[in-house]
């Protein structure tokens, strides 16, 4: 087999696709930005005594600059936005981009965590299930698969907080470590912060990724190419490499989706761990209609999402060469 | 790469020298860890954010107003005490306070308070063309002192204060107002950014060290100017759990040791835990403000009545777990202010089906309402079964209601527009909730004629020319004796004449580790936690 290289044509593919995120960029941008408008609320609520007069709020709206048209006031977001300047939350009047990176950094933390534990075991099981296709093995891991997938990820926290934390005192049930996320190191007392959420957030992606890597494996196994190789005389183990070779881009593709589902989905089980995360941070910026943070938040979040598909397709490429990307 | 906001600063000496000479600090107990509801720490800066819970930990904690409120009693309201000033008068023409300042007073930085620095702070919320004016502290403060026209010092120690009309309840809206310190926000470079992430009060907490949106630490400090006030803990650490389940596994799990506002339906699960439930009757209303539009059913005085009857709140009690104090008047029972009404607001069916009867309703005509409510929210409570608990009450004398559910942040705004604006839908009444501690908020704010919506928060559109005269007595009878008087009779009106649906108040429940000692809950939004320690 030729050794994968990345030629000229993979480089321009590259860089369309670079050029492409700026469209994507700017889409999201505006989709939230007409979605936060569209949705009954206001922002100032979130700064404002609730009795403040008529005449106070006119004056801080016009000091947050919601008095201005909405395509002005989204011109001069997208004009800061592209300086590198997110703007200033408007509940804590903090810097958005140091709130984003913040919170990005505690998600992505969770994130590997959960894709440590989920996306092994989610292949590992997942291979095991296909190759005994149609046994009791298999209808047991399957059942362990749809389980997973089926489970609501904040029921199944709450009740591993009241087994891990209240019940056993094993675990802490919150938080990002002792001194909160600002002082994270890699020791027991903060790693152990992180153990309930990531098992639960893990759940959901590892059971998708179980379920499709069997269905592959079961399916590559009937393939003729298969029983010619097997009439060759290889090894099992050999047959074996070849069948994951093949199931590789698919299930690389799966877990790219699901890896960005970790960075972005985990709203709830950031709720319930109260872990200072990008969901976390979302979620309270929609209560508090929190333009700036909100704006920010999806912005990063999306072009994570972009980064993801790029570096999956582009692996895919490396993986099988049959996959032109030019 | 580390994100916590680090201020320790540079009062270690003083803060040294103090430790060793202040008894209090001798008996320095223990690190309390509070669980609060708010989704982030509260604005640092001086005028906090977050409603009562901010005012609660980052401002009566940090910072001290001119005039504060007295926390030390669990028995009796809440009255107000010297704070910054030792005392104040209203001049002959009703219109000029004089304040004498504290003197000796010093911020956590060792800069000195002084009536200068009151002026400074006054032009931080009023004066948009100061250095110091900060539009965040501004929002929250401005509309906390609509009487005051102008200030100054007049000497180091003795501060003017000019008010617009005449009015008697300055007092009141003086102990909102905190003083930061100029000297450090000089030092900050004028920034108050920087001021955030390392404030300065005098108040009795100095806050040690912040991250943002997880945690706030909190010291005691030695030099404050009341010693009965200086903390005996070592620490508090504050901790955002807006997440009730959050909060309650955090406590069960021994990662804090005091949560505010635990869920009732996990009070026995904690109580069976060991776990103390304090709670103390607070100035909260759970009411349904009416719509006085013409056309509205509400205008009838006889319906109000019957439906203030049909109530049965001892029921709803029970619902809550015994958590919330049943209305007996739109002020809670023991209130100061709150009179003899002749209406007595109780649970009378009968009396009820009389007065609905009177006006023309009856089984085969009965009356369809409209109102609003939200799923949750500050001071809400449980709304959802406290409301449907309501609708049945209500169909039992033949009103009909139909609820319109929004949002909490849609519901405020909702309630700044009016009963006459499109976003009501048309609504009879608005189930909202608030702070009721002073004259405006308790009672001025919701039936002055010139704050009818969107002015103000006269939701209904009420106006009535005997009230009028009672909020403008309110506002020139200065001396506290009479002017309680003045509230008592107010307050007889809004019961006699039902202007609302009276239900219930909060009780502010806590839940605390058998290992907090020494905490007295006092019937205020604020709290003293200097008294407590840590067995």
Known sequence: ?326 | MSFQILTRRARGLALAAALAATPALALAQGTLRVGMTASDIPLTTGQTDQGGEGMRFMGYTVYDALINWDLTSADKPSGLIPGLATEWSVGEDQLTWTFKIREGVKFHDGSEFDANAAVWNFDKLLDDTSEQYDTRQSAQGKSRIPAVASYSAVDDYTLEIVTKTPDATLPYQLAWILMSSPANWEAKGKSWDAVAEDPSGTGPWIMESFVPRERAELVPFAGHWDETRVPKLDKMVLIPLPEPNARSAALLSGQVDWIEAPAPDVIPALQGNGFEIVSNTLPHNWTWHLNRLEGSPWNDINVRKAANLAIDREGMKTLLGGLMVPAEGFLPPGSAWFGTPDFKVTYDLEAAKALMSESGYGPDNRLAVKALISPSGSGQMLPLPMNEFIQQNLAEIWIDVEFAVVEWNTMINIWRAGAADESSQGAHSINFTYFIQDPFTGLIRHLSCDLIAPNGTNWGHYCDPEMEENFKAIRTTFDPEEQAKVLQRTHEKFVNEALFLMVTHDVAPRAMSPKVKGFVQAQNWYQNFGTITME
């Open chain 1, 1 to 326: 087999m030729p050794r994968p290289r990345l030629r000229l044509d993979m480089l321009g593919y590259l860089l369309r696709r670079l050029v492409y995120v700026v469209p994507v960029a700017i889409g999201v941008s505006l989709i939230c930005f007409l979605l936060v408008h569209i949705a009954p609320g206001d922002p100032l609520v979130a700064v404002m005594p609730i009795d403040a007069t008529a005449e106070q709020e006119a004056e801080m709206r016009a000091a947050y600059g919601f008095d201005k048209p909405l395509p002005v006031q989204f011109g001069i977001w997208l004009g800061n936005a592209v300086t590198g300047d997110l703007g200033r939350s408007i509940a804590t009047g903090r810097d958005v981009a140091t709130e984003v990176t913040r919170a990005v950094g505690n998600t992505l933390l969770l994130a590997a965590a959960a894709s440590v534990i989920g996306f092994p075991l989610g292949l590992m099981l997942g291979f095991l299930a296909g190759y005994l296709n149609n046994t009791v093995w298999d209808r047991g891991i399957t059942a362990v698969a749809i389980g997973g997938v089926s489970t609501p990820n904040y029921w199944l926290g709450m009740v591993l907080v009241i087994i891990f934390s209240v019940s056993l005192g094993w675990l802490p049930s919150m938080g990002a470590g002792p001194g909160g996320s600002g002082e994270w190191t890699w020791d027991w007392a903060h790693i152990r912060h992180l153990v309930l959420p990531a098992v639960t957030l893990a759940v959901v992606p590892m059971g998708i990724v179980m379920r499709t890597t069997r269905a592959l494996v079961a399916d590559i196994l009937d393939q003729d190419f298969v029983q010619a190789l097997e009439a060759k005389g290889m090894t099992r183990l050999g047959i074996l490499r070849h069948v994951a070779r093949n199931a590789a881009p698919t299930a690389l593709s799966v877990i790219g989706l699901q890896l960005g589902y970790l960075l972005g989905g985990s709203i709830l089980i950031e709720t319930v761990f109260n872990w200072p995360g990008s969901g976390y941070l979302l979620s309270v910026a929609i209560l508090q209609r929190d333009l700036p943070t909100l704006q920010g938040t999806i912005l990063v979040l999306a072009m994570f999402f972009v980064a993801l598909n790029l570096i999956v397709d582009l692996l895919q490429s490396l993986i099988d060469p049959r996959i032109s990307r030019a």
